[in-house]
């Protein structure tokens, strides 16, 4: 079992990574197994969660009760963390109940919002279900809900009391999930480690149709490295852990424009990369050799089309993002594949051009 630490002081916790660990989760967390545990899902995944999870709890004489919310990025607001509160209440839910976050990054991003307001704070465990969760949303403590405006607007820094990565989750989901956490996957070699970069870019086939089951787990677990050390860095995005958001300015303000589910948002951070490394080129950070060896990696995934873009509506998205500050937005760029920089430079024409080119 690979063992991966979050170190923050009094707040470390660790990332567990194999396949087969969701059988040991009473082990794992044994000194959680007198409390009271509720586990968030998704209808999509409950029968899972119900065949699984739930029956390893019963049989370790766990008590453990279960709350199901929608499908879908909508499910990320703040009627539906409403909801919730009040179906906690009626569990008597107390400061010791423990919260399972068991589902994708809609699940572990609501969980960690609703532990981290609930009686001013309750204990939770992430157990994603989706190889975009393992690798990305489920570490690092970044809870939150949508509004009308735009992604993950409302939230907390929040750390969970450990990530449980069971890549056999992953056997049951549809190859267009498997395609868009890829994305993420090349971000972090792209940020961080071309080896790695390179790597899965010669593998990407290989790790999508789950063909090699040891090249699966050694990339999860390697993601989880990259992002444990960023996040170990800077908790709070204050400085280092802004270069995880590649791809993602644009990302999200794709995602909003044309509506939330029309685009996975691996998707949209796919997009999203390729216009990052377009302007990192256009401002002489990223050589042409480099740009185009990006976005041939990205563009190996089965990408949907996107169609006409409505440049005015996604500009006013962008300069709406959490990453600006004093009028500016920090974006993620690109000084060679591997190595991530935080620009102010980037304005109105750069991303114009960008998106132009795609």
Known sequence: MKIIEVSLKDRSYP??????????????LA???????????????????????????????????????????????????ESMY???????CDRSTLLVAFGGGVVGDITGFLAATYLRGVDYVQVPTTLLAMI????????????????????????????????????S??????????AEMLKYGAIRDRNFFDRVSENLDSIVLREDDTMLTEAIARCCEIKAEVVSRDEQEKDLRRILNFGHTIGHALETTMGFGVLKHGEAVAYGMILAG??????????????????????????????EIDSSSL????????????????????????????????????????????
């Not at 000194?31 to 709890?57: A, E, F, H, N, P």
């Not at 989901?173 to 890829?182: G, K």
């Not at 959490?322 to 993620?332: D, I, M, N, S, T």
Request: charged share 25%; net charge positive; proline share 5%.
């Open 15 to 28: 990332i567990w990574v194999k396949p087969g660990l969701l059988d040991q989760i009473p082990q794992l």
């Open 315 to 358: 500009l006013e998205t962008v300069k709406r993002d959490k990453k600006a500050k004093g009028g500016k937005l920090h974006f993620v760029l690109l000084q060679g594949l591997g190595h991530a920089i935080i620009s102010d430079q980037v304005v109105d024409r750069h991303i114009i051009r960008a998106l132009a080119s795609l």
């Open 136 to 171: 990305d949303s489920a570490i690092g403590g970044k809870t939150g809900v949508n509004l009308p405006q735009g992604k993950n607007l409302v939230g907390a820094f929040y750390q969970p009391e450990g990530v449980v990565i069971d890549p056999n989750l992953v056997e």
């Open 278 to 307: 377009s302007i990192s080129r256009d401002l002489g950070h990223l050589s042409d050799e480099d740009f185009y060896h990006l976005e041939s990696a990205v563009r190996k995934l089965p990408l949907p089309e996107l169609g």
């Open 173 to 182: 989901l549809p190859h267009r999930e498997m395609v868009s956490a890829m």
């Open 86 to 92: 009040q179906q906690l209440t009626e569990l008597d």
């Open 31 to 81: 000194s959680y197994r007198k409390r009271r545990w509720v586990v968030i899902t998704q209808r999509s995944v409950k029968d899972m969660c119900d065949g699984t999870l739930i029956k390893t709890l019963a049989s370790a004489g766990v008590r453990a009760s279960t709350i199901v919310i929608p499908e879908g990025e909508n499910a990320k607001s703040l009627s539906q963390v």
